[in-house]
């Protein structure tokens, strides 16, 4: 064929030059339809990061503050409880309506997580920032006393604005109130003293 072709002449050289550029436009056509066609099988970044396990720093947080980070599209609270803060905790029972998280244990906490302070290290608080009751978010309510929306013997802790739901700094939920459960403890475990893993408990 290339003898063909070198002996055809100016006229036929041309038409040579012209079939290799076409062929050239529609092989690099080809690969480019077929760059999205594959690329639809893969996750999205969008898609791997809803899943995803998330890293939090906590070497800043002081005795009595809070930071929030975001997994899965929630807001998780990571709290450093001061020592009257846990100390407070256990007397408290008997205002909660589910202390030990046993109405829906699976779904509350953890089984690291089911004690008297909801953490693995009693120190710091780790909960989904999400009322049980209709999905909104609790405001911060750490001073103890009297407030308004609140009992009087007030030891810290959340409000929920939108229906009045109230919750210990363990994340437990108050008697009568329109939130059915506890605040969720999600997997997460300790990769250093100063670093969490939201979402992943495996070596928990």
């Given at each position: 064929?290339?003898?063909?072709l070198a002996s055809s002449g100016p006229?036929?050289?041309?038409?040579?030059?012209?079939?290799?550029?076409?062929?050239?436009?529609?092989?690099?056509?080809?690969?480019?339809?077929?760059?999205?066609?594959?690329?639809?099988?893969?996750?999205?970044?969008?898609?791997?990061?809803?899943?995803?396990?998330?890293?939090?720093?906590?070497?800043?947080?002081?005795?009595?503050?809070?930071?929030?980070?975001?997994?899965?599209?929630?807001?998780?609270?990571?709290?450093?409880?001061?020592?009257?803060?846990?100390?407070?905790?256990?007397?408290?029972?008997?205002?909660?309506?589910?202390?030990?998280?046993?109405r829906k244990p699976a779904e509350q906490?953890?089984?690291?997580?089911?004690?008297?302070?909801?953490?693995?290290?009693?120190?710091?608080?780790?909960?989904?920032?999400?009322?049980?009751?209709?999905?909104?978010?609790?405001?911060?309510?750490?001073?103890?006393?009297?407030?308004?929306?609140?009992?009087?013997?007030?030891?810290?802790?959340?409000?929920?604005?939108?229906?009045?739901?109230?919750?210990?700094?363990?994340?437990?939920?108050?008697?009568?109130?329109?939130?059915?459960?506890?605040?969720?403890?999600?997997?997460?475990?300790?990769?250093?003293?100063?670093?969490?893993?939201?979402?992943?408990?495996?070596?928990?």
């Open positions: 064929m290339s003898e063909t006229v036929d050289a041309s038409k040579r030059t012209w079939l290799i550029a076409t062929s050239c436009v529609g092989a690099v056509g080809g690969i480019a339809a077929a760059v999205p066609f594959v690329s639809s099988f893969q996750p999205s970044e969008k898609a791997k990061a809803a899943g995803a396990a998330v890293e939090a720093d906590i070497s800043a947080l002081k005795v009595g503050e809070k930071m929030t980070v975001e997994w899965r599209g929630k807001p998780v609270w990571i709290m450093r409880r001061t020592p009257e803060e846990l100390a407070a905790l256990p007397t408290l029972d008997s205002q909660l309506a589910d202390p030990k998280s046993e906490a953890p089984a690291y997580a089911r004690n008297a302070t909801r953490s693995i290290k009693p120190e710091y608080l780790v909960v989904v920032g999400i009322c049980t009751h209709l999905g909104c978010s609790p405001s911060d309510k750490f001073t103890p006393g009297p407030q308004p929306s609140l009992p009087d013997n007030w030891q810290g802790g959340f409000f929920c604005p939108c229906h009045g739901s109230t919750f210990d700094l363990a994340g437990r939920v108050f008697k009568n109130k329109p939130a059915p459960d506890n605040l969720e403890v999600p997997p997460h475990m300790y990769l250093s003293d100063t670093k969490l893993l939201i979402g992943d408990d495996k070596k928990a």
